[in-house]
């Protein structure tokens, strides 16, 4: 389909949030889009429905252009939960381009995170075993059911990301007897997340001479950090903080 500045907004960003959106800025003059246009059209055909394929004509759009940074085309961005998730410039051989939509294509394990409950998300780890989501969605439902022992098994493999780590410190901490971190746990458990980072910065701030500790509840602050994202208003306030407090 053709998308417009005037309907970009509902046909790429909000129909993303459903199905991935695949857009191909182009232009009338130029060869490579021609060249690139029937190639990604067929790749999507044979998906059958799991990805749409929109078209910006730059020239007749040139604020999309500038808002996407398109500097060069034919440009191709894929768009999955209303943000660009992969992108390409210049033709490629169908084999790239099948690779490329790949990876905007919810897999099985996917499907079953987006379900939530604990066995969809056994059976997601099941399926894959590095599936990072899968795992830490699952240690989020086990830390909420208080089964805390099963939380350390199941996010070693994946340590190596923040929220999975912060997590795995959490778990450490929930053995710490400390006032401040027992209360900045229970804020978390209650979901008061600004009450929370205050009393676990409180813990880093007097217990300067416990390393161990203070890695814990820097890693823990870190994955909440993380799951906030890193725009948001406390993310920005405490990180500063945390690092006055560490440094």
Known sequence: MDVTEATFELEVIER???????VD?????????????????AAV????????????????????AQTYRVMSIPAVKGFVGGEVAAEFVGVQPPPAIDSFLDRLVPSESDRLVAEGDEESLRQAIALDAGHVAARVELARLLDRDGRHDEIPELLTPVEHETEAAGILALARLRLVDAPDVAAGLAALDRGQVEAALGHLLDAVRVSPGQKELRDDLRVAMLGVFSELGEHHPLTSRYRRRLAQALY
Do not use: M
């Open 16 to 22: 993303s949030r459903v199905t991935p959106v695949v």
């Open 25 to 41: 800025f182009w232009a009338a003059w130029c060869g490579p889009c021609r060249q690139l246009a029937p190639i990604i059209e």
């Open 45 to 64: 055909e044979r998906l059958d429905g799991a990805v749409v394929l929109a078209k910006v004509d730059i020239d007749a759009n040139p604020g999309l």
